[in-house]
């Protein structure tokens, strides 16, 4: 799920009191006897009310499995988490045994030597299943950090309703999500699109449409201010001074949600992880009514970010075997493809989508080849800190505060900054 990338960074000062439910809260596992045992602390990010209820009764078949393992399930606020985890790990106290990662912060975290390599333990097994594309956030200076749960990318999600009112085909470009926009409002009174504007991980399918990137990891060099990132700037900005449109500097997830559910606009971008939350409002409690796309090309092609999360196990964990166990068990081919039919989360093991769960569900069916040519981020230390930066000018250019040029040149400048000696 990817909720706010980019909120991580506003919570850098989170009080270390509030991470009391870790790993120095347990006594020590053991496999003494050849059964596991112990606590087994778990940070999930999963959105609460859907993807939670599921992945905690996951959870729970693990302490079935093996009855001497406590699992102790925490739901951690997405946005939290990124800082809330280094901040346990650093001070040595509070810190979870496992925790699910944004596949970004893993080579931050490795980096920072917070998690155990996984490389020769029980949680990589079957190692060669797993989708190339998905394991390559795992791993750091040749070593495997994390492995990986669910993958994803984004696409457009549509009210069949509305669009069959107005009259109109889904947008296969930027040019004619602008014309669809216009139809719907002249048809419905309704808005085109909700553009979420204070995560900027959502803007990343418009700089690849511009053929733009973040920065080039091989040369060490910052590309987001060039000709191509200026241009994907100017491109959203359009859309809402065009009224194509509406967007939001704060609360941006609540409010997309609720303005698709309730059928306020058309349109949205967003990916898998927001289906069984989207399915649940009014109007798609006919769940035939909600419509998926790839996201409208831009001047230079389609383009969507990869995504996705993995399981990664925290260096000082009291418990490592039944931690490594886990994880195996949290991304093994059965529990993927259980997530798969519940969640229509897409899984990372090749096996998982041979599974009757998989097959039936139609929003992984959409989204796999979306998924096989999605552009990846670099996988650096930095890269989740890119997002910070990013999104004080991305919402700014939609809030009309600064020009496209100027939100590409700072944002440049604050990439420079950040990463030392970069071109």
């Given at each position: 799920?990817?909720?706010?990338?980019?909120?991580?960074?506003?919570?850098?000062?989170?009080?270390?009191?509030?991470?009391?439910?870790?790993?120095?809260?347990?006594?020590?596992?053991?496999?003494?006897?050849?059964?596991?045992?112990?606590?087994?602390?778990?940070?999930?990010?999963?959105?609460?009310?859907?993807?939670?209820?599921?992945?905690?009764?996951?959870?729970?078949?693990?302490?079935?499995?093996?009855?001497?393992?406590?699992?102790?399930?925490?739901?951690?606020?997405?946005?939290?988490?990124?800082?809330?985890?280094?901040?346990?790990?650093?001070?040595?106290?509070?810190?979870?045994?496992?925790?699910?990662?944004?596949?970004?912060?893993?080579?931050?975290?490795?980096?920072?030597?917070?998690?155990?390599?996984?490389?020769?333990?029980?949680?990589?097994?079957?190692?060669?299943?797993?989708?190339?594309?998905?394991?390559?956030?795992?791993?750091?200076?040749?070593?495997?950090?994390?492995?990986?749960?669910?993958?994803?990318?984004?696409?457009?999600?549509?009210?069949?309703?509305?669009?069959?009112?107005?009259?109109?085909?889904?947008?296969?470009?930027?040019?004619?999500?602008?014309?669809?926009?216009?139809?719907?409002?002249?048809?419905?009174?309704?808005?085109?699109?909700?553009?979420?504007?204070?995560?900027?991980?959502?803007?990343?399918?418009?700089?690849?449409?511009?053929?733009?990137?973040?920065?080039?990891?091989?040369?060490?060099?910052?590309?987001?201010?060039?000709?191509?990132?200026?241009?994907?700037?100017?491109?959203v900005k359009d859309l809402v001074d065009s009224g194509a449109a509406k967007t939001d500097a704060t609360?941006?997830?609540?409010?997309?949600?609720?303005?698709?559910?309730?059928?306020?606009?058309?349109?949205?971008?967003?990916?898998?992880?927001?289906?069984?939350?989207?399915?649940?409002?009014?109007?798609?409690?006919?769940?035939?009514?909600?419509?998926?796309?790839?996201?409208?090309?831009?001047?230079?092609?389609?383009?969507?970010?990869?995504?996705?999360?993995?399981?990664?196990?925290?260096?000082?964990?009291?418990?490592?075997?039944?931690?490594?166990?886990?994880?195996?068990?949290?991304?093994?081919?059965?529990?993927?493809?259980?997530?798969?039919?519940?969640?229509?989360?897409?899984?990372?093991?090749?096996?998982?989508?041979?599974?009757?769960?998989?097959?039936?569900?139609?929003?992984?069916?959409?989204?796999?080849?979306?998924?096989?040519?999605?552009?990846?981020?670099?996988?650096?230390?930095?890269?989740?800190?890119?997002?910070?930066?990013?999104?004080?000018?991305?919402?700014?250019?939609?809030?009309?505060?600064?020009?496209p040029e100027k939100a590409a040149s700072a944002t440049g400048d604050s990439y420079r900054k950040l990463?030392?000696?970069?071109?």
């Open positions: 799920m990817r909720r706010g990338i980019t909120a991580t960074a506003l919570v850098a000062a989170l009080a270390l009191a509030a991470t009391a439910c870790g790993s120095e809260d347990k006594s020590e596992g053991s496999k003494s006897s050849g059964e596991l045992s112990g606590t087994v602390t778990w940070w999930d990010t999963s959105t609460v009310g859907s993807e939670d209820k599921v992945f905690k009764k996951l959870a729970e078949g693990f302490e079935k499995k093996h009855p001497k393992v406590d699992v102790k399930y925490v739901n951690v606020p997405f946005g939290e988490a990124q800082n809330k985890f280094k901040n346990a790990a650093q001070a040595g106290a509070g810190a979870p045994d496992v925790i699910r990662s944004e596949v970004a912060w893993t080579p931050e975290f490795a980096d920072l030597g917070y998690l155990a390599p996984l490389d020769g333990t029980t949680a990589l097994k079957d190692e060669g299943d797993f989708l190339k594309q998905a394991a390559a956030s795992t791993k750091y200076k040749d070593k495997t950090y994390a492995v990986p749960q669910v993958i994803d990318s984004m696409g457009i999600f549509y009210n069949k309703k509305i669009f069959k009112e107005a009259g109109v085909e889904v947008p296969a470009s930027i040019a004619e999500l602008k014309t669809v926009s216009e139809k719907i409002k002249d048809k419905t009174g309704k808005t085109g699109l909700y553009l979420r504007g204070d995560d900027a991980y959502w803007f990343l399918s418009f700089l690849y449409g511009e053929g733009g990137d973040l920065v080039n990891a091989a040369d060490k060099s910052v590309t987001v201010d060039k000709p191509e990132g200026v241009k994907a700037f100017k491109v609360d941006g997830w609540e409010n997309m949600q609720s303005s698709f559910k309730d059928g306020k606009v058309a349109m949205m971008i967003n990916g898998p992880w927001a289906v069984a939350d989207t399915l649940a409002g009014n109007e798609f409690k006919d769940k035939a009514n909600l419509g998926i796309a790839p996201v409208p090309a831009g001047s230079a092609g389609q383009g969507a970010p990869q995504g996705g999360h993995n399981l990664a196990v925290y260096a000082g964990s009291k418990n490592l075997d039944a931690s490594y166990a886990f994880v195996e068990y949290m991304t093994s081919v059965e529990t993927q493809a259980q997530t798969a039919g519940e969640l229509n989360l897409l899984p990372t093991r090749t096996a998982a989508y041979a599974k009757q769960e998989a097959v039936d569900s139609e929003i992984v069916g959409f989204f796999k080849p979306v998924v096989e040519t999605a552009v990846e981020r670099p996988w650096i230390p930095e890269t989740g800190s890119l997002f910070a930066p990013l999104v004080t000018e991305y919402t700014k250019v939609l809030t009309d505060q600064t020009t990463l030392k000696g970069w071109k």
